[in-house]
Nanobody, 126 residues
């Protein structure tokens, strides 16, 4: 059974950093599209960063380019999102998602991925 468990969220000051983790079980990440998404209250869920192992192409939302980095530790079967220079507008619940069709990482649309974690909240104070 595919399972994803996010962790690492919390409260941080503007300009601070957090690293989110997504522990995967029931499958191996190296065959899947992988993504981080976020949703703030009253707003649509949006793609933050998506990738697939072995591909050079990585998607980042324009709002996070240069600040966030997605990475995968294949040995631990875990996805990370390093978030630096955080801003209040980054406040949201962050979700990890995967899909067996690797090409779905290219557009990073929330409605295109099949499996989701329950999310971890991130609050950036001003």
């Amino acid at each position: 059974e595919v399972q994803l468990v996010e962790s690492g969220g919390g409260l941080v000051q503007t300009g601070g950093s957090l690293r989110l983790s997504c522990a995967a079980s029931g499958f191996t990440l190296d065959t899947y599209a992988i993504g981080w998404f976020r949703q703030a209250p009253g707003k649509r869920r949006e793609g933050v960063s998506c990738t697939s192992i072995g591909d050079d192409r990585i998607y980042y939302a324009n709002s996070v380019k240069g600040r966030f980095t997605i990475s995968v530790d294949s040995a631990k079967n875990t996805v990370y999102l390093q978030m630096n220079n955080l801003k209040p507008e980054d406040t949201a619940v962050y979700y990890c998602a995967v899909d067996p069709l690797r090409s779905k990482a290219y557009n990073c649309h929330y409605y295109g991925l099949d499996y989701w974690g329950k999310g971890t909240p991130v609050t950036v104070s001003s």
